[in-house]
């Protein structure tokens, strides 16, 4: 690194400290939704190759967790697998999906994080299946961030399986079908999806500079906010997480009111 790249890191670490420092904790979200976007345009960028990228990209998860801990989050859920990227040539997911089971891993045996999978378990192979329900018993009595990790998961895909869910719940408890009719509401949805009891997302941010949601998490982010930041995933700083949670901070959230 040379002396101009010290400086620059030197002054965004300041930078970081002053947002931190004015950061007001009561007013931080208690759900966070990250759409990881951008691990192969910054990879392009860097003249590597995809598999990097996505090393990269899952490298900054323990360190984007680090920071919600320092900052009080209570849940975080994190988008690395879409029921869309099944249809990407294998010999991109493949290694993607041998990323994905080691950062899993990782996470659970750090012991700091209490991880639950999101997402359709049945799309995934045996062996991912076999380390997410072992990550899920492995952390369970963890005191930590409940961490999402959405893998296998599409926003459709979860209201399907939730009306899915509720129907055959209803079929085991000899529930009439008009009667089950009059007594859906929000809440009986709502308790049949991923996240079952938790709160929805308070925040979703999205890298890399697309401003869209594709799909994620359709029916938890009604009143959600959305932070859209231009920097891919891999390049993601503690200042641009403080910068998001800065810009949550100063809106005034209406719940449609």
């Known amino acids: 690194m040379n002396l101009r790249d010290k400086l620059r890191s030197l002054l965004v670490r300041l930078y970081a400290r002053r947002v931190e420092g004015h950061l007001d904790h009561a007013q931080v979200p208690k759900h966070i939704g990250v759409i990881m976007d951008g691990n192969r345009r910054w990879a392009k960028a860097a003249g590597s190759s995809t598999v990097h990228g996505h090393r990269a990209g899952a490298e900054k998860i323990g360190e984007f967790l680090g920071w919600c801990t320092e900052t009080e989050v209570e849940v975080v859920t994190l ?16 290694p993607l999906l041998g990323i994905i089971d080691d950062v899993v891993r990782s996470l659970a045996a750090d012991g700091r994080w209490r991880v639950r999978h ?13 380390t997410l329900k072992g990550a899920q018993e492995d952390t369970a009595h963890v005191d930590g961030i409940v961490v999402n990790f ?39 949805i709502g308790r049949h999806l991923y996240t079952g009891a ?11 500079g697309e401003q869209r949601l594709s799909g994620f998490m359709l029916w938890q982010t009604a009143h959600s906010e959305y932070y859209f930041c231009d920097v891919f995933w891999p390049a993601f700083r503690k200042v641009d997480f403080l910068r998001a949670l800065r810009d949550y901070a100063a809106r005034h959230r209406r719940y449609g009111g």
């Open 79 to 94: 988008w690395l697998l879409s029921t869309d990227n099944f249809d990407r040539p294998a010999d991109e997911l493949v």
């Open 118 to 130: 999101v997402g359709n378990m049945d799309l995934l192979p045996a062996e991912m299946q076999h």
């Open 150 to 188: 959405a893998i296998g998961y599409g926003g459709r895909q979860e209201i399907a399986d939730a009306v899915r869910s509720m129907l055959l719940d209803a079929h085991d408890s000899g529930v009439p079908m008009d009667e089950l009719a009059e007594s859906v509401d929000i809440d009986m």
């Open 198 to 208: 938790q709160p929805d997302p308070d925040l979703v941010i999205r890298t890399s």
